[in-house]
């Protein structure tokens, strides 16, 4: 089973969601930023890396949100899924198509990847 670990942001009930670039596995598809936990790294570590890596901010790492098991056919992936309860600086596109603050309506319109999805579902209540 690989271990992921996915930033549940909010900003005015808006999520933070990324678009996979187009030469990635599942390009352009939506999901919550994150990314595999290496060896020896604990999950908050690892988001706090990503964040870091991916779109050039600082995080504050808290609370653990939901857990998402999914299996794409090559293995199952599992998603811890943390509140971030700071982000410090500007959001950069370093490696993503696009980025965006939405509310769960506008995520509806979007083509998320399957194994945020439940994530989406259970945060509903708390975006608009």
């Given at each position: 089973?690989?271990?992921?670990?996915?930033?549940?942001?909010?900003?005015?009930?808006?999520?933070?969601?990324?678009?996979?670039?187009?030469?990635?596995?599942?390009?352009?598809?939506?999901?919550?930023?994150?990314?595999?936990?290496?060896?020896?790294?604990?999950?908050?570590?690892?988001?706090?890396?990503?964040?870091?890596?991916?779109?050039?901010?600082?995080?504050t790492?808290?609370?653990?949100?939901?857990?998402?098991?999914?299996?794409?056919?090559?293995?199952?992936?599992?998603?811890?899924?943390y509140?971030?309860?700071?982000?410090?600086?500007?959001?950069?596109?370093?490696?993503?198509?696009?980025?965006?603050?939405?509310?769960?309506?506008?995520?509806?319109?979007?083509?998320?990847?399957?194994?945020?999805?439940?994530?989406?579902?259970?945060l509903?209540?708390?975006?608009?």
């Amino acid at each position: 089973m690989k271990l992921v670990v996915a930033a549940i942001a909010i900003q005015e009930r808006r999520v933070l969601l990324a678009q996979r670039a187009k030469d990635d596995p599942l390009s352009l598809m939506w999901e919550f930023p994150g990314g595999k936990v290496e060896d020896g790294e604990s999950p908050e570590d690892a988001l706090i890396r990503e964040l870091d890596e991916e779109f050039g901010v600082e995080a504050t790492i808290g609370d653990h949100f939901a857990t998402s098991d999914y299996d794409y056919g090559s293995g199952v992936l599992r998603i811890l899924a943390y509140w971030v309860t700071r982000i410090e600086g500007t959001l950069e596109r370093r490696i993503h198509a696009d980025v965006r603050w939405v509310t769960a309506q506008e995520a509806d319109q979007l083509e998320l990847l399957p194994a945020d999805v439940p994530i989406l579902d259970q945060l509903r209540p708390r975006i608009g």
